[in-house]
């Protein structure tokens, strides 16, 4: 679902990237969220994970982070993630019990469970932007999602 926002509103923005060292291996992620002047940076990691989840960790963490309902643009490098939201992928895994189209189990459900009521408390859209290509925000999040999975190295 993709909503629209009055460009007016002051909105939350939220810069996500998730790293991997093998798949599964160690992985990190890093979340940033601005609210005009406001900075607010979010990291962690796990020893054994997949990119996807720490990708999807990235997101749920930062929009876990907000204290109250919140416009909020989502920029990540992630297909997984903003085709899920934005092809309604998601409401069709849930009302099929989380069976994807090929009728095989969605990868990662407490992940995708914890992300649907924020979905529900804020308005939030997704944008898809190309990783590694001099994004700012997307750069330095892949930076310290990196830095975060050799840290979590087994």
């Known amino acids: 679902m993709i909503i629209y926002f009055n460009m007016d509103d002051r909105i939350v923005k939220l810069y996500t990237d998730g790293a991997c060292s093998g798949n599964p291996g160690p992985g990190g992620y890093c979340a940033v969220l601005k609210y005009g002047e406001h900075r607010k940076e979010l990291t962690g990691g796990d020893g054994r994970t997949t990119n996807n989840r720490m990708e999807l960790t990235a997101v749920l963490e930062g929009l ?11 920029y990540t490098d992630s297909r997984y993630i903003t085709d899920a939201v934005n092809k309604n992928w998601l409401p069709n895994w849930k009302k099929k019990g989380w069976r994807n189209s090929a009728n095989e189990p969605t990868p990662n459900v407490d992940l995708w ?5 924020l979905l529900e408390t ?6 898809w932007i190309k990783g590694h290509k001099g994004h700012k ?7 310290k999602a990196v830095e975060m999975s050799k840290k979590f190295s087994l």
């Open 64 to 74: 876990k982070a907000l204290k109250k309902p919140c416009d909020v643009f989502v």
């Open 113 to 117: 469970e914890g992300l649907l009521p």
């Open 122 to 127: 804020h308005r939030v859209r997704f944008e």
């Open 137 to 143: 925000e997307n750069e330095y999040c892949d930076k």
